[in-house]
T-cell receptor, first 114, second 113 residues
Framework: GNSVTQMEGPVTLSEEAFLTINCTYTATGYPSLFWYVQYPGEGLQLLLKATKADDKGSNKGFEATYRKETTSFHLEKGSVQVSDSAVYFCALDAGGTSYGKLTFGQGTILTVHP | NAGVTQTPKFQVLKTGQSMTLQCAQDMNHEYMSWYRQDPGMGLRLIHYSVGAGITDQGEVPNGYNVSRSTTEDFPLRLLSAAPSQTSVYFC????????????FGPGTRLLVL
């Protein structure tokens, strides 16, 4: 079946540090890949997405590249801010008969200190 | 647009009680779904709907019922609550499926004693 594995957390960084959150996936076919972010007390909101191999999604300084050869979609940001503190979820939509059914990773808690 | 709204925000139930979690969207989205969020497990799909009158099961459907009589509303029913259903529940919607962005509601936190 489909699955998403995220790096174990939580992750604690100082402001302006470089961020990487690893995400690998297992899926048949050609899934679409997403990063969602959940700020404290809120629902999830889309951070970025990529729908085909080698696509790069980007938003708010975050980037992730769809690597089919390594089945990965790692999230990166060059300089984190305190306001980036949140839970980050990697997810996939496998398409086909799984259309619209998002499979999520377990989430990574990011805390950024001033 | 209000987006995706959910009520209540928080609910405490006793084992065996029933309740309905409400979800509504004003974006004319055809696709709606329910997820539960548990610590260390991410979100798991409970039920989904591709349009009014059409629903199907997700990964963890047992103990939950849904119906979709209108495009706007997609309620989730717990017929006989169990402690294992203690969780945070999120409703989501999108224009259609297949790589489209899903919009999530703020969530309902449910505690079953």
């Amino acid at each position: 079946g489909n699955s998403v594995t995220q790096m174990e957390g939580p992750v604690t960084l100082s402001e302006e540090a470089f961020l990487t959150i690893n995400c690998t996936y297992t899926a048949t076919g050609y899934p679409s890949l997403f990063w969602y972010v959940q700020y404290p007390g809120e629902g999830l909101q889309l951070l970025l997405k990529a729908t085909k191999a080698d696509d790069k999604g980007s938003n708010k300084g975050f980037e992730a590249t769809y690597r089919k050869e390594t089945t990965s979609f790692h999230l990166e940001k060059g300089s984190v801010q305190v306001s980036d503190s949140a839970v980050y979820f990697c997810a996939l939509d496998a398409g086909g008969t799984s259309y619209g059914k998002l499979t999520f990773g377990q989430g990574t808690i990011l805390t950024v200190h001033p | 647009n209000a987006g995706v709204t959910q009520t209540p925000k928080f609910q405490v139930l006793k084992t065996g009680q029933s309740m309905t979690l409400q979800c509504a969207q004003d974006m004319n989205h055809e696709y709606m779904s329910w997820y539960r969020q548990d610590p260390g497990m991410g979100l798991r799909l409970i039920h989904y709907s591709v349009g009014a009158g059409i629903t199907d099961q997700g990964e963890v459907p047992n103990g939950y019922n849904v119906s979709r009589s209108t495009t706007e509303d997609f309620p989730l029913r717990l017929l006989s609550a169990a402690p294992s259903q203690t969780s945070v529940y999120f409703c989501a919607s999108s224009y259609d499926s297949g790589g489209k962005t899903q919009y999530f509601g703020p969530g309902t936190r449910l505690l079953v004693l």
